[in-house]
């Protein structure tokens, strides 16, 4: 059997690495349209290549992917962030999981990576064709296909698409004309810029518990919020930027957030802690004592902004001063107008339609005989490590060829 694999990235690797365990009589050719393989690995978590989570829990991983929730089920039951840890040590490659559930190689090196993918394609004679980019491929009426590269053109009897995502729609042209529905490509994971606000004079402050929600919109995240000289950043942004690619698209990345600075939704509990504050620090001015522990530089500036006079001390603050603080932490707003990429990671949200892919085998449901794997699918998670997770579940399950 002979199977070409389209894309020399994390999926087309993991999906013809699998085609060979599963086939290991088949011919494998990985068709690269660049000159070299792996670029995105190469520079994926800062150079350190953030491969997978620690997490192994099904149901908490499926919820990490903003577009694909159900269908990623499907596939982490056949291939989970365990198998990816398990095939990575097999081979050589030592993992470590950090704090925050981030997975990568003990090397600190995404080289490690690409060099056991690289030694393990050479071991299994899979041959990679670089600056041999796919134009077209058709059906052939034998039940194979024709791959045609710009000087060349190939029969095989099963093609495995993993050219991951494309910020352009023409860029499915090719496999739209194979009858697939294309959901329209759109960013994920950036970052919020605030040209117009003060905020960003305290560039460089963390608030590590607090959440964000889009006026007008059902997009809530929570987690850290790290300020930037441009607006915002942090885990809770990025994942409201996932969860909310399309809306804040359709937006035009023109929208006001509110942010909780301390990440609580229950009013009659923040006012408790503040009349707690009351009694207990009563002689203390508001500026030198910080409710949640709030970094000093975003109190001071929240007292500035909503007129609260630093001086005056807690018992003096009655109840309008009480509300005035609450409504300062737990109901802030800022207007956003535009975004940034986020340097470490950042997707396509939209690809090939899950109604036109089996979530079984990968397999298309409109074209037999071919499979697809990697961001390419209309699947994206947050970051974490679970957009290489996605590549390498769906690369494994495709390399199959059930
Ligand atoms: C800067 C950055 C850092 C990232 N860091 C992380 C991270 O640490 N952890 C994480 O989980 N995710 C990370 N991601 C996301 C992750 O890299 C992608 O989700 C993942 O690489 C997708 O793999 P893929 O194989 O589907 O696609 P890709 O890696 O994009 O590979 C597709 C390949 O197909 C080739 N190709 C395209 N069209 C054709 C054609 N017509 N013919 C032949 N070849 C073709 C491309 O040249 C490319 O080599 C990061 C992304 C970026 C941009």
Redesign the pocket.
């Known amino acids: 059997m002979k199977v070409a694999v ?7 690797f993991f999906a013809a690495l699998s085609t060979k365990e599963h086939h290991p009589q088949s011919e494998v050719i990985l ?4 000159k070299n ?5 190469r ?3 800062g150079g350190r ?4 989570n620690g997490s192994h829990s099904i149901k908490e991983l499926s919820e990490s992917y903003p577009r694909g929730k159900n269908f990623m089920k499907n596939v982490l039951k056949t291939f989970n962030t365990k198998d990816t840890w398990n095939w990575f040590e097999q081979r050589g490659v030592s993992l470590k999981v950090e704090a925050d559930g981030r997975v990568f190689p003990m090397s600190n090196d995404s080289n490690t990576i690409i060099q056991c993918l690289l030694s393990n394609t050479k071991e299994k004679e899979i041959s990679i064709q670089i600056n ?4 077209s491929l058709q059906p052939d009426n034998k039940n194979g296909f024709v791959v045609k590269t710009k000087d060349h053109s190939h029969i095989f009897d099963k093609v495995i698409i ?4 494309s910020p352009k729609v023409q860029g499915f042209d ?1 496999i739209k004309v194979l009858g697939h529905k294309i959901e329209k490509p759109v960013p994920s994971l950036f970052t919020f810029n605030m040209p117009d606000e003060p905020v960003k004079k305290l560039m460089g402050v963390v608030a590590s518990n607090a959440s964000v929600s889009v006026q007008g919109q059902k997009i809530k995240t929570e987690g850290p919020i790290l300020i930037t000289h441009w607006g915002m950043s942090g885990p809770a942004i990025l994942k409201a930027s996932a969860f909310g690619a399309r809306i804040l698209h359709d937006l035009d990345y023109q929208f006001n957030v509110n942010v909780n600075w301390v990440n609580q939704s229950n009013q009659e509990d923040v006012k408790q802690n503040l009349q707690s504050i009351l009694k207990e620090h009563s002689k203390k001015q508001l500026s030198s004592y910080r409710p949640y522990e709030l970094p000093d530089r975003l109190w001071q500036f929240l007292l500035i902004k909503n007129d609260l006079d630093g001086s005056k001390k807690w018992e003096d603050l009655g109840k309008k001063g009480i509300n005035r603080i609450i409504s300062s932490i737990c109901h802030d707003t800022y207007q956003v107008s535009g975004k940034t990429t986020f ?5 396509t949200c939209g690809g090939i339609s899950l109604l036109d892919i089996n979530r079984k085998t990968m397999e298309s449901s409109v074209c037999p005989g071919l499979y697809f ?4 699918i209309d699947v ?2 947050i ?9 390498w579940s769906t ?1 494994y399950i495709a390399g199959k060829l059930q």
């Open positions: 389209i894309g020399g990235g994390a999926a087309g068709f690269e349209k660049s393989v792996l670029s995105k690995v520079i994926s978590g290549c953030n491969v997978t041999k980019g796919v134009i993993a050219t991951g995502g090719w340097k470490e990671e950042f997707v794997a990697g961001e390419i994206d998670g970051t974490g490590g679970y957009n290489f997770q996605a590549a690369g």
